[in-house]
């Protein structure tokens, strides 16, 4: 405590205040033995200052004479932990930031970017993150301080900047403070970022495995990485690494995904000569890119001149990819029986035993149409195993039921088919369908099947028209029935004799159609 009265002499003081400010004499002036800021006259307001490497808090007091006694607080203490404490709350809302962003993408590419942005803002001039090697090549991103960020991709040694190559392989690298600045290759920094004045590197760590390194750079006009800003770069590090490793993993899963559905999609149907054949296809949902229904069409040897194929339509128990799985095993086992073509029982019976004693719990509807052209007709054979039955436009508009059934597929030890025979003339076509057509619920209440009936009608409508026309009027009449409304996979299938008796061709190599 000290008293300076109204013409600014020191009046008193205590031997603590003699301890804080040795040139204290009482009776001198108090200016020279105390700071600026505490022999300013003030209005009864508490003052803060610095005295040596101290810092300190003075409340006044206004005595009767005239004087002021000040009361000095050492307040360094207490400011150093309200300085770290805002320094710790604004790096936990940093990171809190940060993971926001860097979860809100599964793009590899999108989140180095991210990173590489947020670090060279928030915690260095600089900052370039490196992926773990894809063959020779290093992928980096790197970003200074307001600038672009940049990808590159190039074959380098890692071991040639100290500590690179242990943080790719996860292990701690060597500290910052040990690190020769100037041992930072050119590849390394952004274009145009200058003198290298500073190093941390920080590996990071992914779900297992390593996921790359955190490189941060400062100019050569700051101070090097403390200590704590390498603790901080390191909690950072530890969610981008995170980040990464997510975004990494779906992107190799989507990639195996995307090269399973492609071999589990129906298939773009084969033309065989003298025949029309055209399909359909509308999944359950709308992101759902594959279901339980399938078709397939298999060229087979055929008697004499006659061309003859094997048609397979199927609905497989549920929806997803563990139902399309099945679906891919039942095409690949059907495929592999099509030496027994003409024999749809065996071929049905084989496909049964290898669906019971799997592993899964699935069964199958199924239908085969063996196709074979005899002139200007095409003869059909026909079996459905727990299937609809196929539906068969004659020219005249009369719409005929196939005379197939059977169990289904999957279920029983053995299974019970008869097998239907049909010829159609030219301008005739025989419709393959799953039930997600017929058991359509819409109309005008939204609750009522579309049902076999009004398929009938509808396909009594098509007469004559070629197959793909028949499956764009199907598919229409039954996508406006269910509207906005939920429905199961839709698929068919139309096999349709062409009208007139002349080959026309398409190109010098693909096979070409009859035409009226």
């Known amino acids: 405590m000290l008293v300076i009265d109204a013409e600014g002499r020191v009046t008193r003081h205590n031997t603590a205040a003699s301890a804080v400010l040795p040139d204290l004499r009482s009776g001198a002036a108090a200016a020279g033995a105390v700071p600026p800021w505490l022999a300013e006259p003030v209005d009864g307001a508490e003052v803060r200052g610095r005295i040596g490497e101290r810092l300190f808090a003075a409340h006044p007091t206004a005595l009767e004479d005239g004087s002021t006694a000040w009361w000095l607080v050492d307040d360094t203490e207490y400011r150093l932990a309200v300085d770290e404490l805002a320094v710790e709350r604004e790096r936990a809302q940093f990171l809190i930031e940060a993971s926001n962003a860097l979860l809100s993408t599964l793009n590899p590419e999108r989140c180095m970017e991210v990173a590489a942005r947020l670090a060279a803002k928030h915690l260095a001039d600089a900052a370039v993150v490196v992926a773990p090697a894809v063959g020779r090549r290093l992928p980096m991103t790197l970003c200074a301080r307001g600038g672009p960020v940049e990808r590159r991709a190039i074959a380098v040694d890692p071991e040639r900047v100290p500590g690179l190559e242990e943080a790719l392989r996860g292990f701690p690298p060597v500290p ?9 290759p050119e590849w390394l920094m ?11 590197i920080t590996p990071l760590p992914g ?10 750079l400062r100019t050569s006009n700051h101070a090097g990485f403390s200590e704590s800003e390498e603790e901080f770069a390191a909690l950072f590090a530890a969610r981008v690494g995170a980040a990464m490793s997510a975004a990494r993993l779906y992107a190799e899963q989507a990639s195996i995904t995307d090269v399973l ?22 999944p359950a949902g709308d992101s759902a890119r594959v279901g339980g229904d399938f078709y397939d069409i298999h060229l087979t040897e055929g008697a004499g001149t006659a061309t003859r194929a094997l048609v397979a339509l199927g609905d497989v128990c549920g929806k997803g990819l563990e139902a399309a799985v099945i679906t891919g095993k039942i095409r690949n086992t059907l495929h592999a029986l099509l030496p027994m073509a003409d024999d749809h029982h065996r071929m049905l019976s084989m496909l049964n035993r290898a669906l019971v004693t799997s ?26 195993a727990g299937h609809p039955a196929p539906l068969i436009v004659r020219r005249d508009g009369g719409v005929e039921e196939a005379q197939t059934s059977g169990s289904l597929v999957g279920v029983l030890p053995e299974v019970q ?11 005739e076509t025989c419709l393959l369908f799953t039930d997600g057509i017929p058991e359509a619920k819409g109309g005008p209440m939204g609750d009522e099947l579309f049902g076999v009936a009004r398929l009938k009608r509808a396909l009594g409508e098509c007469a004559g028209m070629p197959a793909e026309a028949v499956v764009e009027r199907v598919q229409m009449l039954a996508a406006q029935w269910v509207g906005e409304g939920k429905h199961d996979d839709m698929a068919l299938i139309a096999i349709t004799a062409p009208r007139g008796a002349h080959l026309m061709a398409v190109d010098g190599t693909t096979a070409g159609r009859y035409t009226a």
């Open 190 to 200: 952004p274009k145009g970022f200058g003198g290298v004045g500073s190093v941390a």
């Open 261 to 282: 559905m492609r071999e589990l999609l129906p298939p773009r149907l084969r033309q065989i000569e003298g025949v029309e054949l055209a399909s359909g296809y509308r």
């Open 207 to 216: 779900h297992g495995v390593p996921a790359g390194a955190l490189v941060l």
């Open 176 to 184: 910052s403070r040990w690190i020769d600045p100037g041992s930072a």
């Open 417 to 427: 088919s008869a097998t239907a025979h049909t010829t159609l003339a030219p301008g």
């Open 359 to 384: 592993d899964h719990t699935r069964f199958a509807t199924l239908v085969l149409a063996s196709i074979a052209r005899i002139g200007p007709h095409v003869c059909l054979q026909l079996t459905s």
